[in-house]
C-alpha cells in the first residue's frame, strides 16, 4: 500500500481493505471537525447573548474583550424579572400561547379526524384547500386583518385592535391549517381495522376519535402542539401591528420595542430579554427533541 | 342454540338494512359538524382577508372610493419599489440556495458520524430554528453593532479594516442573507437527513465496489434520491422566506435608505406607520404570485406521491 491510494481514497484492489478503513476514518475526522464548524457559526448568537446578559452596563461600554465576561453579574436578570412590564409580557406570551394551543389542537383533531377518516362531499378539495392556507403568510394577511378590526369596531363598538387577547383570534391563521394538515397525515396511518373494530362494538364517532384516534396518535399530537406553541409564542409581526400599549404587549414584539429607547440601547437587559424570551421554546426543546423533528418533517413529507 | 342463530341473523341483517341510509347520512352530518370549526376558521381569517386584500388595494388612502389599478401604477412610478422587487427576489433566492447548500453539506457530516453521536450534534444544529426569529436577530444586531460590534473586535485583532456591517447598503443585504441564512438552514438540516436514512446502503456499497469516489456517491446516488425532499423543502422555505418580516424589520428596518426594504416590510411601513392601508396591501400582494407558483409545484408534487401510494 502506498501512500499515494490512502491520499486520493480510490481504492486500489490490492490496497482496498485497508485503504477503505483508513478512508472512512479520515472521512469521519473531518465530519468532525466541519461539525464543529458549523456548530460554532450556529452557536454563536444564543451564547453571545449569554456572556453579554452576564455583564454590568460599564462591562459593555468599556469596550473590552466583548466575547468574555470580567465579572459576570445577574444584575440583568434581576432588574427584568422584578420589573412589572416584563412579566406582564411574560404573562401575555403564555396566556396566548395556551388558549391558541388549546384552540388549535381542538379544531385540528376534530377537523383532521372528520377529513382523513370520515369523510363528506368535498372533503378531499377542503383537505387540500388547508395545506394552501398554511402557504398564505401572516406579512399578507395582518393588512386586512387590521383594516376589518377596525371596521368591526365602528359597527359594534367591540375594540379589538391594542388588546393582548386578539393575539388569539389571530394566531391560528398561522397554527390551525398547519396542525390539521400534520393530524390528517398521522390520523390516516392508524389502520382502519381499529375504528371499524370500535365501530361495531356500539362506539360513537365522538368515542372512537377519543378512545382510539388520540390514544394512538399521541406522538403526533404532541408534534402538533409543540408547534402551535413555538408559532404563537415566536409570532412578532401580529403583535408589532395589533398591539401598542406596554401592557398588551407580548414577548418578542415587548422586548423589541420597550428596551429600545430611541437611540440608548440597554444591551445587557435587551440580551437578557431575548434570552428569557427565547427560554421556554428552548426548555420544551430540550426534552422533547424527538417530537419537534417529526411535527418538523411529517408537515413537508406526509400528504 | 342453532335455532336462535338462525333466527337472530336475518334480524340483524334486516335491521341493518332499514337503518342503513340514514346512518349514513348521520355520518356525513357529524363529519362536516366536526369540520365546521375548522372552515369557520379559515374562511373568516385566512380567505376572507386574502380576498379583501385585493379589494383593499384598489381603494383611495382614506378607503373613500374606488381607484382600480391606482395604488399599483403609483407604486410602479417610484424608484424605491422596483429596489425592493429586486431586494426581495435578491434576498429570498440567495437565502434560500445558501440555506440549502448549508443544510446539504451538513447532513451529509452527520449522517458520516456513528449513530449514537448523531443525536447530540443534531440537537446542537437545530437550535437556531427553536429560537423565536425576532430574538435571535437581536443578538445578531448586537453583533452588528456600529460601534461595539464583537466581529469587528475580531477583525481589529486579525489586523483587518472594520465593516460598517448594517451602514453600508452592501453589507446590510449581506447580513440580512446571513441571517436568514442562519435561522433558516436547520429545517433544511433536518428534511435532508431524514432523506439522507432513506437512501437504501446497498446503493452506496455498490457504488464503492464499482470504484465511485464521495462526490460520485452524492451526485449520482444521493441527489437523484433526495430529489422530491430538496425541491419540497425548497419550495416551502422559498415562500416563508419571501414573506420573511422578522429579520428586516429588526436588523436593518428596510435602512439604509430603504435598501433592505422586503415586501412585507414595506408593505408594514405603508399599512401600519405611514395610515395608508391600500398602499400596503398593494404591496403585500406582490407576494401572491410566487405563492401561486410555489403551491401549484408542491399540489403537483403532493398529488404524483399520493398516486404512487
Given at each position: 500500500m502506498t501512500a499515494a491510494t490512502t491520499v486520493h481514497g480510490a481504492p486500489t484492489r490490492a490496497a482496498s481493505y485497508g485503504s477503505i478503513a483508513r478512508s472512512r476514518r479520515r472521512t469521519l475526522y473531518w465530519s468532525y471537525f466541519f461539525l464543529a464548524v458549523f456548530v460554532v457559526f450556529f452557536l454563536t448568537p444564543p451564547l453571545y447573548m449569554l456572556v453579554t446578559s452576564l455583564k454590568s452596563s460599564a462591562e459593555i461600554s468599556a469596550a473590552a474583550n466583548p466575547w468574555w465576561v470580567e465579572r459576570p453579574t445577574l444584575e440583568n436578570y434581576i432588574a427584568l424579572l422584578t420589573e412589572n412590564q416584563f412579566l406582564t409580557f411574560f404573562k401575555n406570551s403564555a396566556l396566548i400561547a395556551v388558549c391558541v394551543v388549546a384552540v388549535t389542537m381542538a379544531i385540528a383533531i376534530l377537523a383532521a379526524y372528520s377529513l382523513s377518516r370520515m369523510g363528506f362531499w368535498g372533503s378531499a378539495t377542503l383537505a387540500t384547500g388547508v395545506f394552501l392556507t398554511y402557504l398564505i403568510p401572516d406579512s399578507l394577511l395582518f393588512i386586512p386583518l387590521f383594516k376589518t378590526f377596525a371596521w368591526i369596531h365602528d359597527v359594534t363598538g367591540i375594540e379589538l385592535i391594542n388588546h393582548w387577547w386578539v393575539l388569539i383570534l389571530l394566531y391560528p391563521t398561522l397554527t390551525v391549517p398547519f396542525c390539521t394538515w400534520i393530524m390528517i397525515g398521522y390520523f390516516a396511518s392508524i389502520p382502519k381495522e381499529l375504528d371499524e373494530a370500535a365501530l361495531i362494538d356500539g362506539a360513537s364517532y365522538f368515542q372512537v376519535l377519543t378512545r382510539v384516534f388520540i390514544p394512538v396518535a399521541l406522538p403526533g399530537i404532541i408534534a402538533a402542539t409543540i408547534f402551535a406553541f413555538t408559532v404563537s409564542w415566536a409570532n412578532f409581526l401580529y403583535p408589532l401591528a395589533f398591539t401598542t400599549s406596554a401592557d398588551q404587549l407580548v414577548l418578542p414584539a415587548g422586548i423589541v420595542t420597550t428596551l429600545i429607547k430611541g437611540d440608548v440601547f440597554n444591551w445587557g437587559q435587551i440580551m437578557t430579554g431575548a434570552l428569557l424570551g427565547a427560554a421556554p421554546p428552548l426548555i420544551i426543546y430540550a426534552f422533547l427533541m424527538d417530537y419537534y423533528i417529526s411535527g418538523l418533517t411529517a408537515g413537508a413529507t406526509k400528504g | 342454540?342453532?335455532?336462535?342463530?338462525?333466527?337472530?341473523?336475518?334480524?340483524?341483517?334486516?335491521?341493518?338494512?332499514?337503518?342503513?341510509?340514514?346512518?349514513?347520512?348521520?355520518?356525513?352530518?357529524?363529519?362536516?359538524?366536526?369540520?365546521?370549526?375548522?372552515?369557520?376558521?379559515?374562511?373568516?381569517?385566512?380567505?376572507?382577508?386574502?380576498?379583501?386584500?385585493?379589494?383593499?388595494?384598489?381603494?383611495?388612502?382614506?378607503?373613500?372610493?374606488?381607484?382600480?389599478?391606482?395604488?399599483?401604477?403609483?407604486?410602479?412610478?417610484?424608484?424605491?419599489?422596483?429596489?425592493?422587487?429586486?431586494?426581495?427576489?435578491?434576498?429570498?433566492?440567495?437565502?434560500?440556495?445558501?440555506?440549502?447548500?448549508?443544510?446539504?453539506?451538513?447532513?451529509?457530516?452527520?449522517?458520516?458520524?456513528?449513530?449514537?453521536?448523531?443525536?447530540?450534534?443534531?440537537?446542537?444544529?437545530?437550535?437556531?430554528?427553536?429560537?423565536?426569529?425576532?430574538?435571535?436577530?437581536?443578538?445578531?444586531?448586537?453583533?452588528?453593532?456600529?460601534?461595539?460590534?464583537?466581529?469587528?473586535?475580531?477583525?481589529?485583532?486579525?489586523?483587518?479594516?472594520?465593516?460598517?456591517?448594517?451602514?453600508?447598503?452592501?453589507?446590510?443585504?449581506?447580513?440580512?442573507?446571513?441571517?436568514?441564512?442562519?435561522?433558516?438552514?436547520?429545517?433544511?438540516?433536518?428534511?435532508?437527513?431524514?432523506?439522507?436514512?432513506?437512501?437504501?446502503?446497498?446503493?452506496?456499497?455498490?457504488?464503492?465496489?464499482?470504484?465511485?469516489?464521495?462526490?460520485?456517491?452524492?451526485?449520482?446516488?444521493?441527489?437523484?434520491?433526495?430529489?422530491?425532499?430538496?425541491?419540497?423543502?425548497?419550495?416551502?422555505?422559498?415562500?416563508?422566506?419571501?414573506?420573511?418580516?422578522?429579520?428586516?424589520?429588526?436588523?436593518?428596518?428596510?435602512?439604509?435608505?430603504?435598501?433592505?426594504?422586503?415586501?412585507?416590510?414595506?408593505?408594514?411601513?405603508?399599512?401600519?406607520?405611514?395610515?395608508?392601508?391600500?398602499?400596503?396591501?398593494?404591496?403585500?400582494?406582490?407576494?401572491?404570485?410566487?405563492?401561486?407558483?410555489?403551491?401549484?409545484?408542491?399540489?403537483?408534487?403532493?398529488?404524483?406521491?399520493?398516486?404512487e401510494a
Amino acid at each position: 500500500m502506498t501512500a499515494a491510494t490512502t491520499v486520493h481514497g480510490a481504492p486500489t484492489r490490492a490496497a482496498s481493505y485497508g485503504s477503505i478503513a483508513r478512508s472512512r476514518r479520515r472521512t469521519l475526522y473531518w465530519s468532525y471537525f466541519f461539525l464543529a464548524v458549523f456548530v460554532v457559526f450556529f452557536l454563536t448568537p444564543p451564547l453571545y447573548m449569554l456572556v453579554t446578559s452576564l455583564k454590568s452596563s460599564a462591562e459593555i461600554s468599556a469596550a473590552a474583550n466583548p466575547w468574555w465576561v470580567e465579572r459576570p453579574t445577574l444584575e440583568n436578570y434581576i432588574a427584568l424579572l422584578t420589573e412589572n412590564q416584563f412579566l406582564t409580557f411574560f404573562k401575555n406570551s403564555a396566556l396566548i400561547a395556551v388558549c391558541v394551543v388549546a384552540v388549535t389542537m381542538a379544531i385540528a383533531i376534530l377537523a383532521a379526524y372528520s377529513l382523513s377518516r370520515m369523510g363528506f362531499w368535498g372533503s378531499a378539495t377542503l383537505a387540500t384547500g388547508v395545506f394552501l392556507t398554511y402557504l398564505i403568510p401572516d406579512s399578507l394577511l395582518f393588512i386586512p386583518l387590521f383594516k376589518t378590526f377596525a371596521w368591526i369596531h365602528d359597527v359594534t363598538g367591540i375594540e379589538l385592535i391594542n388588546h393582548w387577547w386578539v393575539l388569539i383570534l389571530l394566531y391560528p391563521t398561522l397554527t390551525v391549517p398547519f396542525c390539521t394538515w400534520i393530524m390528517i397525515g398521522y390520523f390516516a396511518s392508524i389502520p382502519k381495522e381499529l375504528d371499524e373494530a370500535a365501530l361495531i362494538d356500539g362506539a360513537s364517532y365522538f368515542q372512537v376519535l377519543t378512545r382510539v384516534f388520540i390514544p394512538v396518535a399521541l406522538p403526533g399530537i404532541i408534534a402538533a402542539t409543540i408547534f402551535a406553541f413555538t408559532v404563537s409564542w415566536a409570532n412578532f409581526l401580529y403583535p408589532l401591528a395589533f398591539t401598542t400599549s406596554a401592557d398588551q404587549l407580548v414577548l418578542p414584539a415587548g422586548i423589541v420595542t420597550t428596551l429600545i429607547k430611541g437611540d440608548v440601547f440597554n444591551w445587557g437587559q435587551i440580551m437578557t430579554g431575548a434570552l428569557l424570551g427565547a427560554a421556554p421554546p428552548l426548555i420544551i426543546y430540550a426534552f422533547l427533541m424527538d417530537y419537534y423533528i417529526s411535527g418538523l418533517t411529517a408537515g413537508a413529507t406526509k400528504g | 342454540m342453532s335455532e336462535v342463530v338462525a333466527r337472530d341473523i336475518p334480524v340483524a341483517v334486516s335491521g341493518a338494512r332499514v337503518r342503513r341510509r340514514p346512518l349514513v347520512r348521520r355520518k356525513t352530518l357529524v363529519a362536516v359538524g366536526f369540520a365546521l370549526p375548522l372552515i369557520a376558521v379559515i374562511a373568516a381569517l385566512v380567505v376572507y382577508p386574502a380576498l379583501y386584500a385585493i379589494h383593499l388595494a384598489t381603494l383611495n388612502k382614506s378607503m373613500q372610493h374606488f381607484v382600480g389599478l391606482g395604488n399599483f401604477a403609483f407604486l410602479f412610478k417610484r424608484n424605491t419599489f422596483w429596489m425592493v422587487v429586486e431586494q426581495s427576489i435578491v434576498f429570498a433566492v440567495s437565502a434560500v440556495i445558501f440555506k440549502a447548500l448549508v443544510g446539504f453539506i451538513v447532513a451529509h457530516f452527520v449522517h458520516n458520524i456513528p449513530a449514537r453521536g448523531q443525536r447530540k450534534w443534531r440537537g446542537m444544529l437545530l437550535i437556531p430554528w427553536v429560537i423565536p426569529p425576532a430574538m435571535s436577530t437581536l443578538a445578531w444586531l448586537w453583533l452588528f453593532d456600529p460601534s461595539y460590534s464583537a466581529f469587528n473586535w475580531i477583525l481589529a485583532h486579525l489586523g483587518l479594516p472594520e465593516v460598517a456591517w448594517l451602514g453600508n447598503p452592501y453589507w446590510a443585504r449581506f447580513c440580512v442573507i446571513l441571517v436568514n441564512v442562519w435561522v433558516g438552514s436547520p429545517f433544511f438540516l433536518i428534511m435532508y437527513l431524514a432523506a439522507l436514512k432513506s437512501v437504501p446502503e446497498q446503493l452506496h456499497e455498490a457504488a464503492a465496489i464499482d470504484g465511485a469516489n464521495w462526490f460520485q456517491k452524492i451526485w449520482y446516488i444521493n441527489l437523484p434520491m433526495m430529489r422530491n425532499i430538496i425541491q419540497i423543502t425548497a419550495l416551502f422555505s422559498l415562500i416563508v422566506t419571501f414573506a420573511n418580516f422578522d429579520i428586516v424589520k429588526i436588523l436593518t428596518q428596510g435602512g439604509p435608505v430603504d435598501q433592505t426594504h422586503v415586501f412585507a416590510t414595506w408593505a408594514f411601513n405603508w399599512a401600519i406607520t405611514g395610515n395608508d392601508i391600500p398602499a400596503g396591501a398593494a404591496v403585500s400582494l406582490f407576494m401572491a404570485p410566487i405563492l401561486a407558483v410555489a403551491a401549484f409545484l408542491i399540489l403537483r408534487n403532493v398529488r404524483k406521491r399520493g398516486g404512487e401510494a
